[in-house]
């Protein structure tokens, strides 16, 4: 682990090693080879002394590390000097011990660095593994396959990829081993009759798993933050006594109650307290101070006021019906904290379950429950999961905090009914192919999506009250569309949502809060104020519609949305602020997008999978991530919008051809255009021409078809090469409006006597030095964005200054601001810069803090980094030399630590409370170098969404560790797939090989 390997330096005094010998078996006859050492007549290779023995004879190898691939094929003993010294290394090969023998004894060594399997056994039995290091390996420690009275033991199996021990179709005993911080520490699959006794099993990701494996006995283990203890799966009839859980436990996971099937007593416990398993049951109320609870094949049991805490689930019940869980609190467990698996007609009422890895409460082929008037919040995946599992009841429970609060899959005729489901990532209601459910009365707020219906049918949605957010339905059939009932007395945000299906003709009720239009034709949609909503005007299998003079604010997916429509118009609407789209049509053909303001969405007008003469013209698309975007949709024209200060792209189109694009004004987008086929138009021919390109730098000096006559005529000479088979041939010289040309680069520094103001400086715009800049304008915003949505104007300065005081915005300001700066010309059009500065701050507590710095300094020597700062020391760790760096206030000469960049992460021992404050620039892309091994990085970006699997999917991390100042003395805690990384902090992580890790501001 890395708290062994990096943060903490143990100094062992070893006695010398004398055992090693004793072991050598008295055979007569049998001779003793050695390897190393200086005898005379000693084997250089292992190898080939292994080659040169005879049965029962021993291979005695002095210390040294011997790069070798070994094959063992009689019977013998091959013994090693001392297991912490004597090392045989596979050299990456697929294994390092090999035996096709049985009775083979391997004893003593550090056995490392293989692909597949460090030790393979395979058809052989009688073998004895013990006393070895087994780490370090990309696969797995120990095979056993098809291998039967073999014993492992007193081993330390540790760092592999792979299973530290593995067992194959095989019955053997696994004893008396410290495994540790594999990917699985004991995988048993397709066995009989294992016995597994006395070994310390400790964070690995499954402790020990049983796949199709039955019999066999655990005994006397010590099992302790795992990911999950024991999984049982498609497994029966395992005997488990005197097992001690600390931070997991017992996962059963099987079709049928023969996998439930096991003797599980009450000397196993969890974090101290006994595990209570209770197999074919009828009636009885579990004791009181379980550590977990799992109940099979029973019937009228209770399960109350318990308090079932970090283990790997809480509460269990397989083929059980007719039992009550209730009052339990059950938080912090690896998996879920109440799983009812092919049980029904069951009451779970009034828990609390919270803080759980995936999921609150997992209802799987389990039907006819009552699940009501509990509390689950902050449960990583989802709050209550219906699996498969029909005719549930889930009512007045509050689900707050989790990736998705109630998500139903594959599970018809259920009520959800007046729960509260608020601040979740993802979803508030989800439905998944799951018909005929009734969800009324519930109170849905701050959900991305509120309830989505998505590829379901006759869902009967009434009385409920949605705020910041709203109802969907995404893509699907026509009958997904349009079987529902959806009254208007669902809200969303204080206004009906406005659900019509199968309608011709009308005009919808002014006021509604959502509009929703699944098989209508010739409606139309006016005067409208969606916002805050999911999608705010939502059109699906309709044709004809007139959706005009709308407002489209702050929606999550999109202002505007059609699905799998035609022949209507979308004009004079603003879809503005949207945090994903302002106009999508997807599947949607002879449908006019006209004169709309759409701007500050991540993706401005999109088309997908979209043909047939859509228009897109005369639209104002602005500060958008992408501007207008065309992806796999042919046969489209484009023309006569303005597309300006796109972060990304301006216009971006992907396996799209035929189209046309012609007289847009294009300028100031951080790439103009981009396209990936040669088959679309990008100009109106001549004279009419093409588009207009800010960044266009050709002259004008010639007209006609092939620009080759003497005279000016307003398209440039030269074509606008896009890429290297995409170009402009007739770009127009002038189109209006002349933007200018941005400020240069944007900085701050933290300023005034105690540093209590901040000072944002830029460089000027090329447009100054010819008089055509008017002024700077300076915003500034709470929470960052890349194109400053919702940023407010503090301040002006005049052409010729470039710099502007945040007074009493740095040091003592809690807060953490953004600024940009925006030159605006003398016709009073604006142009924003690039970049964007920011002054942030963190509070720290008095003692250890793993921080770093978000933001590019100017000045990166500690002492003006952390000026803000009470403190003493720091450290950072170079993991290329693999050694610590320090800095220390009381010591005034140089220092290993001198340096402090946004990408590394250092501890810093704070000696009172205070503010870590700095001001500099906020970088846009950030490349950090991994080295194989640990690395202590910062995470320079302010994307709030990014999350541990985010990086897993960008990196091959091993593990990731961040700070936790409840967790001495370390101060570390093992971070799961759902959590957040935080500008400001610091965090550990592993990886393989050498790897580049790219972090963005978005």
């Not at 009228?300 to 609190?329: D, K």
């Not at 018909?435 to 701050?446: A, E, L």
């Not at 730098?697 to 074509?719: A, W, Y």
């Not at 007739?730 to 209590?756: C, D, I, K």
């Amino acid at each position: 682990m890395k708290r062994d390997s990096v943060i903490v330096v143990f100094v062992m005094i070893l006695g010398v090693f004398s055992a090693t010998l004793s072991i050598i078996p008295d055979n007569v006859g049998a001779t003793i080879l050695y390897v190393g050492g200086g005898g005379p007549g000693n084997y250089t290779t292992v190898q080939s002394a292994l080659d040169a023995a005879k049965v029962d004879d021993t291979v005695f190898v002095y210390n040294g590390t011997y790069r070798e691939n070994l094959i063992i094929g009689r019977r013998l003993s091959l013994l090693g000097e001392d297991r912490n010294s004597t090392v045989i290394d596979g050299r990456g090969g697929l294994w390092v011990v090999k035996t096709t023998a049985g009775g083979v004894i391997v004893s003593g060594f550090t056995i490392t660095n293989s692909t597949d399997y460090a030790i393979h056994l395979i058809l052989n039995n009688n073998v004895e593994i013990t006393d070895n290091n087994i780490v370090d390996n990309r696969g797995a420690g120990i095979l056993l396959q098809q291998s039967t009275n073999c014993i492992v033991s007193n081993n330390n199996v540790s760092n592999n990829n792979g299973a530290g021990v593995f067992i194959h179709g095989s019955a053997n005993s696994v004893v008396n081993n410290n495994i540790h911080d594999n990917y699985a520490g004991i995988s048993i699959e397709f066995s009989l009759a294992n016995s597994v006794s006395g070994n310390n099993i400790s964070g690995n990701g499954i402790g020990i798993g049983f796949g199709d494996s039955n019999g066999g006995t655990l005994s006397d283990n010590h099992i302790w933050n795992n990911g999950w203890g024991v999984y049982f799966y498609y497994s029966s009839q395992v005997s488990m006594t005197n097992n001690m859980f600390q931070n997991d436990g017992i996962l059963i996971k099987g079709p049928t109650f023969e996998n439930w099937t096991h003797t599980i007593d009450v000397s196993n416990t969890v974090n101290g307290k006994p595990v209570y398993y209770w197999k074919s049951v009828n009636g009885g109320i579990i004791p009181q101070n379980a550590g977990q609870v799992i109940l099979a094949n029973c019937q009228n049991v209770v399960v109350e006021n318990q308090n079932l805490t970090n283990g790997t689930a809480g509460i269990q019940l397989g083929f059980s019906h007719m039992n009550t869980i209730s009052n339990n609190t059950i938080a912090y467990n690896d998996y879920f904290g109440i799983q009812l698996y092919g049980s029904g007609t069951n009451i779970v009422e009034r828990n609390n379950v919270s803080n759980n890895g995936r999921y609150g409460i997992d209802l799987d082929l389990s039907s006819g429950n009552t699940i009501a008037n509990n509390t689950a919040f902050s449960n990583v995946q989802i709050g209550i999961l219906v699996f498969e599992s029909n005719g549930n009841v889930l009512n007045n429970n509050t689900i707050l905090n989790s990736s998705s609060g109630i998500h139903s899959v594959r599970s018809d005729t259920s009520l959800i009914a007046n729960n509260s489901i608020f601040v979740n990532s993802y979803g508030g209601v989800t439905l998944r192919s799951s018909n005929d459910v009734t969800i009324t009365g519930n109170s849905i707020r701050d959900n991305p999506w509120g309830i989505d219906l998505s590829h379901s049918l006759n869902s009967n949605v009434t009385n409920n009250t949605l705020t910041s957010n709203g109802i969907t339905l995404f893509h699907g059939s026509l009958a997904e569309w349009n079987t529902h009932t959806i009254e208007t007395s669902n809200t969303v945000n204080g206004r009906p949502v406005i659900y019509w299906k199968d309608v011709v003709g009308g005009l919808i009720p002014a006021g509604a809060g959502q509009v929703i239009l699944a098989n209508c034709q010739d409606v139309v949609v006016e005067d409208q104020i969606v916002n805050n909503a999911t999608i705010g005007v939502l059109l699906g299998y309709s044709s004809n519609i007139t959706i005009i003079n709308n407002t489209a604010l702050l929606n999550y997916l999109a202002g505007f949305y059609l699905y799998a429509s035609s022949d209507s118009t979308i004009v004079s609407n603003n879809a503005s602020v949207n945090t994903r789209m302002g106009i999508t049509l997807v599947d949607t053909s002879g449908t006019d997008v006209v004169n709309n303001n759409v701007s500050s969405n991540q993706d401005g007008i999109s088309l997908q999978l979209s043909n047939n003469n859509n228009v897109i013209s005369e639209n104002v698309v602005d500060n958008n991530r992408d501007g207008i975007l065309i992806w796999v949709s042919h046969s489209n024209t484009i023309h006569d919008n303005t597309v300006s200060s796109s972060t990304r792209y301006g216009v971006v189109i992907t396996a799209s051809s035929s189209n046309r694009l012609y007289h847009n004004r294009i300028q100031n987008n951080t790439q103009q255009a981009q396209d990936d086929t040669s088959t679309n138009q990008w100009d109106d021919g001549y004279p009419s021409g093409g588009n207009y390109w800010s960044d266009y730098l050709g002259p004008d000096s010639f007209r006609g078809p092939n620009q080759d006559i003497p005279g000016s005529d307003g398209i440039g000479d030269t074509p606008y090469i896009i890429d290297a088979d995409s170009l402009d041939k007739y770009p127009v010289v002038s189109l209006g409006t002349v933007y200018p040309y941005p400020s240069g680069r944007v900085s701050a520094v933290l300023s005034g006597q105690n540093f209590e103001n901040v000072t944002v400086v830029w460089d000027p715009s090329p447009d100054e030095s010819l008089g055509l800049v008017d002024r700077y304008d300076v915003y500034r915003g709470l929470d960052y964005n890349i194109s400053r949505n919702l940023y407010q104007q503090i301040g002006s300065v005049p052409n010729g200054t470039h710099s502007f005081i945040d007074v009493y915005a740095g040091k003592g300001d809690p807060r953490t601001y953004f600024y940009i700066v925006c030159t605006v010309n003398i016709t009073n059009s604006s142009t924003c810069a690039d970049n964007q500065a920011a002054k942030f701050t963190r509070p720290l507590s008095k003692g250890p803090n793993l921080i770093s710095i978000p933001l590019i300094q100017s000045d990166e020597h500690i002492p003006t980094v952390l000026q803000t700062l009470s403190y003493d020391n720091a450290w950072s760790y170079d993991p290329i030399n693999q050694e610590w760096r320090s800095f220390s206030k009381s010591k005034p000469y140089a220092q290993s630590l001198e340096y402090l960049n946004h990408t590394i992460g250092i501890w810093v021992n704070v000696t009172q409370d205070s503010n870590l404050t700095v001001a500099g620039v906020v970088p846009t892309s950030t490349t950090i170098d991994l080295q194989a091994g640990w690395n202590l990085v910062g995470f320079p970006s302010f994307d709030d969404n990014f999350t541990v699997a985010d990086l897993k999917a960008a990196v091959a991390v091993e593990r990731i560790e961040g700070f936790d100042a409840l967790a001495p003395p370390y101060f570390l805690r093992a971070m799961l797939d759902g959590d957040f990384l935080q500008a400001g902090f610091g965090y550990w992580i592993r990886v393989e090989s050498p790897a580049i890790w790219t972090v963005e501001n978005v």
